[in-house]
C-alpha cells in the first residue's frame, strides 16, 4: 500500500512558476514509476510527466520544456516544477504511483490565470 499527498497548488498568474510536491508514506526508491497527471474541468485525466525508478523521464508534448519532474528519494518525495505557466494548465493535478498496482493522490488545484 502507498498513500499519496500532494500540496503545492494554488492560484498564479501566466508566466509564473508553482512547485507541486507528492509525498509518500513509504521508500519510493524501489517503485516502478510515480508521475503526475491533471485533469481540467470537461476533460479527461491525462498524463503530465513520469519518472522511473531508474531515474528516466518522461513528458506531455505541452509542457516540455516548461515542466520538471524530480525526486528525493530520502524524503520519500516526488516533485513537479512548473514554469512559464499558461491557463490552459489549470487543472487539479494528481500525484501516481504504479507499483503492482495503480495508487493516487487526493489532487491539488492548480489555477493559471490570463
Known amino acids: 500500500q502507498v498513500q499519496l499527498v500532494e500540496s503545492g497548488g494554488g492560484l498564479v498568474q501566466a508566466g509564473g512558476s508553482l512547485r507541486l510536491s507528492c509525498a509518500a508514506s513509504r521508500s519510493i526508491f524501489s517503485l516502478n514509476v510515480m508521475g503526475w497527471y491533471r485533469q481540467a474541468p470537461g476533460k479527461q485525466r491525462e498524463l503530465v510527466a513520469q519518472?522511473?525508478?531508474?531515474?528516466?523521464?518522461n513528458y506531455a508534448d505541452s509542457v516540455k520544456g516548461r515542466f520538471t519532474i524530480s525526486r528525493d528519494i530520502a524524503k520519500n518525495t516526488v516533485y513537479l516544477q512548473m514554469n512559464s505557466l499558461k491557463p490552459e494548465d489549470t487543472a487539479i493535478y494528481y500525484c501516481?504511483?504504479?507499483?503492482?498496482?495503480?495508487?493516487w493522490g487526493q489532487g491539488t488545484q492548480v489555477t493559471v490565470s490570463s
Open positions: 519518472i522511473t525508478n531508474g531515474g528516466d523521464t
Open positions: 501516481n504511483v504504479a507499483h503492482f498496482r495503480v495508487y
